[in-house]
């Protein structure tokens, strides 16, 4: 499916795409939607799974799929071992340039999940009918960041690698904030925020930027079947903490709706009619992940 | 008189490629593109803390007339020994499950008694101590199959794809195949039994075949850096065991080795030199592979 050219997308990067091949069918595979990102002008995508590494992936569109830049990472999940050293090692040696803390296996997640969040289908999902045993970034008392997560954030920032929050808690958040803060690390991302209102109320997001912290907002959960979150409050989010510090992304890549880069497309002109201005949202589509990604 | 085409419709089902975080002689789509040239039908890509799966789907992508299978081998980057991880790998797509290689507790006792098994193992560590894996309740020679092993058994014989053994004990992998045996479940690989020889005595061969195994053998086992084996002992075990229970393969895909199709057809015509017949050839790199990947005859006549 072609995407026009908008001017929001000629240099755009998308942050947070699903593609194919996976568990469940995708709107495409990761080389059809990086050939569609790039014609309509998309300078980058970063790729994501949750279940397993997106690094082969983007190593494979970089090298197959001219005149794009692809990146990949890993979602800390039960999956890759949870939130378990070795693997994050693994990871960014194999060329990961996002790490996701856990989604759909994290124990916030799991609570949303039994009080009717959306997420639960996926929760479910990647379930496959076995237990899972919920992760969390903290350790036992819930007094600090278990030793492992500390391990692995430093791990993260000794490669510049981007530390995404994934599904956790604001109190896991403002903990793996707080630990990013102290050690000078400065490319922590707080996922797709807009999922999460409920909880990541205005002041816990005003701390973790804060602490330094960017944050997202996801076309994901604007869509027709799950979310339907007004773009207005999506625009709020940027009237209220500014665009140097949100990042667009479309979370698409869902069979059934829209691809991802016309996602992205229709997310900036919804933020421009609610008020956004034009400016802000090249800032938040292009100027921002570019930073975040190193690229020039 | 030399055997012509000896890879023609040959299935490879065990090459290691690029991506990885060592060198490899190319990745998935350049050894896919060198194995359909050679005349193949068919590879495995197998990579020990990831699974291969999106790897083998967009090298089906971008290589028609071709296929690539991808895989997963259960160390714990992959969940180790995880009845759900194996769920979402065979639900991805894997055509072969591994169990644990380079985070079994044998690999690590081999490689603490020289095996050029450390070199890889010690690769894959990352300098980062972590706990290895064992099949039986009492470890790597005693007890009873654990429970999460039969569940992983259970689930890649319900998506009907092929088990293999990965780097264990004797007892360890016997055990495995009994179980493998006792639910009827047809497609077990024991992996290259060859590089583990002072273990995997004939007795213990002749044990795993009765109970419906297939034994691997491998091309890696001889190459000049590693292993170094006599062809003579790949052709002591095909006369033992018969080649209808043996399936050869390159494990090749190494930077400093030749191309995993080259390896195989150059293991292929050593072993004829060491008298295997190529019928017997045929039945250990076409007809054995093709049966436990559940494919089609392949439609062009054999060599």
């Keep these: 499916m072609i995407v026009r050219k908008d001017a929001f997308l000629q240099g755009a990067i998308d942050f947070h795409i699903h593609s194919g091949p996976d568990t469940h069918p995708r709107y495409g595979s990761c080389l059809e939607l990086a050939r569609q990102a790039r014609d309509a002008g998309l300078r980058a995508i970063v790729l994501k799974d949750q279940m397993t590494q997106s690094i082969h992936k983007a190593y494979f569109v970089n090298k197959y799929v001219e005149g794009i830049q692809a990146f990949g990472g890993i979602t800390l999940n039960r999956m890759v071992g949870g939130y378990d050293i070795r693997t994050v090692e693994f990871a960014c040696r194999l060329g990961a340039k996002v790490i996701w803390l856990a989604t759909h296996d994290s124990g916030y997640t799991i609570e949303a999940a039994k009080r009717g969040h959306y997420d639960a289908i996926y929760v479910k999902a990647f379930s496959f009918g076995y237990p899972v045993e919920p992760l969390s970034v903290l350790n036992k008392q819930k007094t600090d960041l278990s030793p492992e997560v500390k391990k692995i954030i430093e791990i993260i920032a000794n490669y510049r690698v981007i530390l995404q929050t994934g599904h956790i808690d604001p109190e896991e958040a403002l903990a793996v904030a707080g630990y990013c803060q102290k050690i000078g690390y400065k490319k922590l991302v707080i996922t797709h925020v807009n999922s999460f209102l409920n909880e990541y109320t205005d002041e816990v997001i005003a701390e973790l930027i804060r602490k330094g912290a960017f944050i997202e907002l996801s076309y994901g959960d604007l869509v027709p079947r799950h979310g339907r979150q007004d773009p207005h409050v999506c625009a709020r989010l940027v009237d209220r903490f500014g665009p140097t510090r949100c990042i667009l992304e479309s979370d698409l890549g869902t069979w059934e709706n829209i691809s991802p880069t016309e996602g992205l497309r229709c997310f900036c002109h919804y933020l421009v009619y609610c008020g956004v201005p034009a400016d802000y949202i090249h800032i938040m589509v292009k100027d921002n992940p570019a930073r975040l990604l190193e690229l020039s | ?303």
């Design chain 2, 1 to 303: 008189m030399a055997v012509e085409n000896v890879l023609k419709n040959a299935i490879d089902m065990h090459i290691h490629c690029a991506p990885d975080t060592g060198p490899r002689y190319g990745d998935s789509v350049e050894i896919a593109t060198i194995a359909r040239e050679a005349g193949m039908r068919a590879i495995v890509v197998k990579d020990h803390l990831t699974q291969t799966v999106h790897k083998a789907s967009i090298t089906n992508e971008l290589v028609p007339g071709f296929t690539c299978f991808g895989a997963a081998a259960m160390n714990l980057p992959n969940g180790g020994l995880s009845p759900r991880a194996a769920a979402f790998f065979t639900a991805l797509g894997a055509k072969l499950i591994w169990l644990p290689t380079m985070d079994s507790e044998f690999t690590w006792l081999k490689a603490g008694q020289g095996h050029y098994d450390a070199i890889y193992a010690t690769r894959n560590a990352y300098g980062i101590d972590y706990p290895k894996l064992t099949l039986l309740t009492g470890g790597m020679y005693e007890g009873k199959l654990r429970e999460e092993v039969k569940q992983i058994v259970d689930v890649v014989a319900k998506a009907d794809v092929v088990l293999c053994s990965g780097h264990q004990t004797p007892q360890e992998t016997t055990a495995l195949m009994e179980y493998v045996k006792s639910i009827g479940f047809q497609r077990a690989l024991v992996t290259h039994v060859n590089a583990f020889l002072e273990e995997f005595t004939p007795a213990v061969l002749d044990r795993l075949v009765a109970l419906g195994a297939v034994l691997e053998i491998s091309n890696g086992v001889l190459v000049p850096l590693h292993g170094r084996q006599d062809p003579k002992e790949v052709v002591k075990i095909i006369r033992q065991v018969g080649a209808e229970h043996i399936v050869l393969v390159s494990d090749g895909g190494q930077l400093e080795n030749p191309s995993p199709a080259e390896a195989l057809r150059s293991f292929c015509h050593i072993l004829i030199k060491e008298g295997i017949t190529p019928e017997e050839i045929e039945v250990m790199i076409v007809q054995n592979p093709t049966q436990l990947l559940n494919l089609e005859p392949a439609k062009e006549e054999g060599r």
